[in-house]
């Protein structure tokens, strides 16, 4: 199997609070994640988020549940002058089939080189204090 068809993942330990990224180990027929960190406990306290496979304007990886930064500025294409700025952070979520900036209803790829990320859901909750899903 070739790495790139393998998804990364990456597990939040609701117990004790604390985010293990998880090594592929392949086997005769099968494939297996090893996290640095094993969360104890049932399936329930633990949160399992994928690679987009894509990176930040900073070359970081972005997973789902992380929280990115889109800033841009856009010029009227009418007059040519005025402006709209968006200085936004946006949840990755997985939508219709792709991973998506949610409310922002657009391909991942199409902002990255606009948008950086600032955190995760879980160890930065407080940076979507204001979104509730």
Request: some cysteine; glycine content about 8%.
């Amino acid at each position: 199997m070739r790495d790139e068809m393998i998804p990364k993942l990456r597990a939040w330990d609701k117990q004790d609070e604390r985010m293990s990224y998880g090594e592929v180990e392949y086997f005769d027929d099968s494939i297996n994640y090893r996290f640095d960190h094993f969360c104890t406990g049932a399936d329930e306290d633990v949160e399992f988020m994928q690679s987009t496979g894509i990176k930040d304007k900073n070359g970081v990886e972005i997973y789902e549940g992380d929280v990115i930064n889109y800033r841009n500025s856009f010029r009227n294409p009418m007059t040519g002058s005025g402006s709209l700025s968006i200085n936004r952070d946006f949840k990755i979520i997985f939508k219709d089939g792709e991973f998506k900036a949610k409310g922002f209803d657009i391909r991942l790829k199409n902002i990255l080189s606009y948008s950086e990320v600032i955190g995760n859901i879980y160890e930065n909750p407080e940076l979507l204090e204001g979104d509730k899903k």
